[in-house]
């Protein structure tokens, strides 16, 4: 029987989207005849674990679904082993990698790409703690759907059940890598306040995150729909398509990749880093794999935490330092870019060897470039006033080590990639998985 993984990694209190994905995963065993393993990756504090515990453990069973319920001293012990069994030549420093002690948007996914291997799955589908489904005619609307229907199969055989079919014909013989759809609701909150406090400082912080050389046109409508997701439009029917999905197009709490992709590269560890979770949606796209585009978007919101003052700083953290990572990024993707197909072996997988080539060179890029950005958030933020110029003292205070850190985060990540391959085939015995949650 196929097995597949969905996966939701948090930190915080979401008893009420465990439930939700709990539905979810009963949902794509009873349509699909697949064996959903529900992995909850917990690094909650311990009166929230415990909570989560007990959502878990009141669950309805469902047949086809085995519920994984994860705390981080589970996950250690998973992630020791593995280190230890896979020969890398730095175990300590590895785990560090994909366990940090801060909070990792592509560690956190990276282990459950892992306990994938472990488990023996053919893809992973991540959803996300701050985030519900729509529902249309009372019913839940659930992207999981798509994603067992489409990814893995070729795109040939794809383009048959999809609304439409934008691929070049000459990708159809490759098989669905990935599966994705985005958000709709709020966009995030502290952007939105900058918007809307500013609308001149925004189009200069947000351009931050535009590759040099985009063609004003382009650029502004980057801007224009950075952090908006799809839109607020409810779901009234279905709507996929068949392309090489564009990255700008999906939310990494509406994903689902084929473990061809997640068990040759990982995605970047950086910690307090939005974005850093995005990497394998542009491998994906520049190496024309095929995917499949749908609308059954998730319905975002923000909890309490994220409205707080500490919510506020934490935040800003992790979007200077997106902003300080782009230039690295930039120089990824526009690698990645030119070598297109060469990013794949002959049988048509991904060489890590090239990636990993690509993220050495983006390492390489003039640390006054990372502190002139730096400059125009100061600016920015001073001019927006308030609770901004307390973000902008808090980001001064760390500037030199904001900026030594995305180098050290790039060079660490080409590391991670050179290990993965071992990491993954030491997951994939299945002696390694925590005993007692199978």
């Known amino acids: 029987m196929r097995r597949v993984c969905l996966t939701l990694p948090t930190h915080r209190a979401c008893p009420a989207t465990i439930r939700a994905v709990a539905e979810e995963a009963a949902h794509g065993a009873r349509h699909f005849g697949v064996e959903v393993h529900l992995l909850i990756l917990d690094s909650s504090e311990a009166a929230v674990l415990a909570g989560h515990r007990r959502t878990v453990a009141a669950l309805p069973p469902a047949p086809g679904v085995v519920v994984h319920h994860l705390d981080e001293a589970a996950q250690r012990a998973f992630l020791r082993e593995v280190t ?246 930039h120089s990824v993707y526009a690698g990645t870019t030119a070598a297109g197909e060469a990013l794949l072996d002959t049988g048509g997988g991904l060489r890590a060897s090239a990636v990993a080539a690509l993220v050495r060179e983006g390492a390489r890029v003039d640390p006054l470039e990372k502190a002139e950005r730096l400059d125009v958030v100061d600016r920015s933020y001073r001019r927006l006033g308030g609770r901004y110029t307390e973000a902008a003292d808090f980001l001064a205070g760390r500037r030199e080590r904001l900026i030594d850190e995305v180098l050290e985060e790039m060079e660490e990540f080409a590391l991670l990639i050179d290990a993965w391959a071992a990491l993954a085939g030491a997951s994939a015995d299945h002696e390694t998985f925590p005993e007692g949650v199978a």
């Not at 956190?108 to 249309?136: I, K, M, P, W």
């Not at 001149?200 to 409508?221: A, C, H, K, Q, T």
């Not at 990497?279 to 978007?297: I, M, S, T």
């Not at 923000?302 to 300080?324: I, V």
Request: aromatic share 8%; proline share 7%.
């Open 84 to 329: 230890v069994r896979s020969g890398v030549a730095e175990p300590d420093r590895t785990l560090a990698l994909m366990l940090p002690s801060r909070v990792s948007y592509g560690a956190c996914t990276n282990r459950a790409f892992l306990f994938a291997e472990a488990l023996g799955c053919a893809s992973v589908h991540r959803r996300d703690s701050d985030s519900r489904y729509q529902y249309l005619d009372g019913e839940p609307v659930f992207p999981l759907h798509h994603e067992l229907a489409a990814l893995g199969r070729p795109a040939a055989e794809v383009a048959g059940l999809v609304s439409r079919s934008r691929l070049d014909p000459a990708y159809a013989h490759r098989p669905v890598a990935l599966v994705g759809g985005s958000f709709v609701g709020e966009m995030s909150v502290d952007v939105e306040e900058i918007r809307r406090l500013d609308p001149l400082v925004y189009e200069e912080v947000i351009g931050l995150s535009v590759p040099d050389g985009y063609p004003e046109i382009w650029r502004r409508n980057l801007i224009e729909e950075a952090f908006r997701g799809a839109g607020t439009a409810a779901f009234t029917g279905d709507l996929t398509t068949l392309t090489t999905v564009s990255p700008t197009r999906v939310d990494m709490c509406n994903v689902s990749l084929a473990r061809e992709v997640y068990a040759r590269v990982p995605l970047p560890p950086a910690t307090d880093t939005i974005g850093s979770d995005y990497f394998l949606l542009h491998l994906v796209h520049d190496a024309r794999l095929p995917g499949v585009l749908h609308n059954r978007h998730i319905v975002n919101f923000h909890t309490g935490e994220r409205r707080s003052d500490s919510g506020f700083l934490a935040y800003q953290l992790r979007f200077a330092k997106f902003l300080l990572s782009a230039p690295h990024l």
